[in-house]
């Protein structure tokens, strides 16, 4: 079983920042994609910006130029570094990570989630 632990939520002024962290731990041979989703009250579940192995990201188009997401392969930690905070970023934040495991099953696992809000 792989779990994800993520960090770095909380409450922001407009035009803040914030750092979310992401680790992976458990039986993880490899680790493919690292992703952030958000949802925010009444809304489905969408993703925000997503990282490849290899470096290559992925971002909604409503977060790009403004956010950052990073991977320290490593580690099994996946980053995302939100400038520019905007009131419509507010949402329960989620990272999700697809590999295989030590003993050879791929798995996909997600975070329990953290808070971000963006308010005056």
């Known amino acids: 079983q792989v779990q994800l632990v993520e960090s770095g939520g909380g409450l922001v002024q407009p035009g803040g920042s914030l750092r979310l962290s992401c680790a992976a731990s458990g039986s993880i041979f490899s680790i493919n994609a690292m992703g952030w989703y958000r949802q925010a009250p009444g809304k489905q579940r969408e993703l925000v910006a997503a990282?490849?192995?290899?470096?290559?990201?992925n971002y909604a188009d409503s977060v790009k130029g403004r956010f950052t997401i990073s991977r320290d392969n490593a580690m099994n930690t996946v980053y995302l570094q939100m400038n520019s905070l905007k009131p419509e970023d507010t949402a329960d934040y989620y990272c999700?990570?697809?590999?295989?495991?030590?003993?050879?099953?791929?798995?996909?696992?997600w975070s329990q989630g953290t808070q971000v809000t963006v308010s005056s």
């Open positions: 999700n990570a697809d590999g295989r495991t030590g003993w050879g099953p791929t798995f996909e696992s």
């Open positions: 990282i490849t192995s290899g470096g290559s990201t």
